[in-house]
């Protein structure tokens, strides 16, 4: 187990990186949380489409036996509120994007895979925007520490 000696400071926006070990991870994780959803959502919303349903198309894409309580599962962690998958799903059908079969599974279908297709140029521009001057090592440390501190709080929430 690795330890650190640096004392927590007080969130400081205008901290040097001299001085970057001893900010908040739950100020700065916050702050780019909200930075880069906005982000997403407003190019997303620019192009009348919402995150939930990138993510349903994503899994109905997949196949399987997809019903809406599978998206609805797929997307608890993700998701804002315990109806945003459904609502997803009920847009994508009012569109004409999905299908549901008489066994209730979605299919996307070919209005949908168009569709798919289009969001997917715009995620991948949305990507580069957020990753501009930052390459792929350096993503990797990044998600690699914030994994680490996930499982380190985990494991002390599961002995409290």
């Known amino acids: 187990m690795t330890t650190t000696t640096t004392s927590p400071?007080?969130?400081?926006?205008?901290?040097?990186?001299?001085?970057l070990a001893s900010q908040p991870i739950g100020y700065w994780s916050g702050v780019v949380h909200r930075a880069v959803i906005t982000h997403i959502?407003?190019?997303?919303a620019r192009v009348d489409v919402t995150q939930p349903q990138w993510w349903t198309l994503n899994r109905v894409d997949a196949g399987g036996d997809v019903t809406?309580?599978?998206?609805?599962?797929?997307l608890a962690d993700v998701?804002?509120?315990?109806?945003?998958a459904s609502r997803a799903v009920d847009h994508l059908l009012h569109r004409?994007?999905?299908?549901?079969?008489?066994?209730?599974?979605?299919?996307?279908?070919?209005?949908g895979r168009a569709a798919k297709a289009r969001i997917k140029e715009l995620?991948?521009?949305?990507?580069?925007?957020?990753?501009?001057g930052i390459g792929d090592d350096e993503y990797?440390?990044?998600?690699?520490?914030?994994?680490r501190m996930a499982a380190n709080v985990a494991a002390l929430k599961a002995v409290s």
């Open 9 to 19: 400071a007080p969130a400081d926006p205008a901290a040097g990186d001299e001085d």
């Open 41 to 44: 959502r407003d190019a997303m």
């Open 68 to 74: 809406r309580e599978v998206i609805a599962a797929g």
């Open 79 to 84: 998701a804002d509120t315990p109806h945003d």
């Open 96 to 111: 004409g994007w999905l299908r549901q079969d008489d066994d209730r599974h979605l299919h996307l279908t070919e209005e």
């Open 123 to 132: 995620v991948t521009r949305i990507r580069a925007e957020i990753h501009d």
């Open 140 to 147: 990797v440390a990044a998600l690699k520490v914030l994994r």
